[in-house]
């Protein structure tokens, strides 16, 4: 019975260690300056934050094809950079997955999801994954809002307080804090609990 019991501690709390996070161990915190990087994008062409000349700042978000969570997102997604590309803060999203140790997640596989959803970002594939790690995102998706005065981070979490349900949503964390900053406010959460997949690795 102790064995069982045991059994069934130990995949409880792999459950919640796979569902959630509350910071990143490793990597940017919020107030840290970030590096800039270059990755390619779905339409083959390599992207780098200092192409943005006019951008005020960044909502990167780690996602992927094949997490439940990610697709969950999408739409929501989609609206954030319908909001918010045109006041200076466009989404930037990044596949960290290898996709080796994620079918579907490969970048072929991108190319069809994005054409499929109508992304109007860049998609961009974390090759040889040597991106994500300098955030220390450890989830899809997981949200690192960035000014470009300074490549300062801003807020680090999710993009709401529903990780599925869009209709359940009554919190917008990531359009919260990008409304502040626009207004020169200061952003009362900097940081939430991230909800999702891991970020697969081999």
Avoid: W
């Amino acid at each position: 019975m102790k064995t069982f019991q045991k059994i069934v501690l130990c995949s409880v709390v792999f459950l919640i260690t796979t569902a959630f996070t509350t910071s990143t161990e490793n990597g940017y915190k919020v107030g840290d300056t970030i590096e800039d990087f270059s990755l390619k994008n779905v339409d083959g062409k390599m992207v780098s934050l200092s192409d943005y000349k006019k951008a005020k700042g960044f909502i990167i978000i780690f996602t992927c094809n094949m997490c439940p969570y990610s697709v969950a997102n999408e739409n929501r997604i989609n609206a954030l950079d319908a909001k918010y590309k045109s006041k200076g803060f466009p989404v930037i999203a990044i596949n960290p997955n290898d996709p080796k140790a994620s079918k579907g997640d490969g970048f072929e596989d991108m190319i069809v999801r994005a054409k499929e959803k109508s992304f109007s970002f860049p998609y961009l594939f974390d090759e040889g994954q040597k991106v994500y790690p300098k955030f220390g995102a450890s989830k899809t998706p997981h949200v690192f809002i960035v000014t470009k005065k300074g490549m300062k981070v801003e807020y680090i979490g999710a993009i709401d307080n529903s990780s599925k349900n869009p209709d359940a949503v009554t919190e917008k964390y990531v359009e919260n804090a990008v409304d502040a900053l626009l207004a020169g406010k200061k952003i009362e959460k900097t940081e939430t609990r991230a909800i999702g997949c891991t970020i697969k690795v081999l």
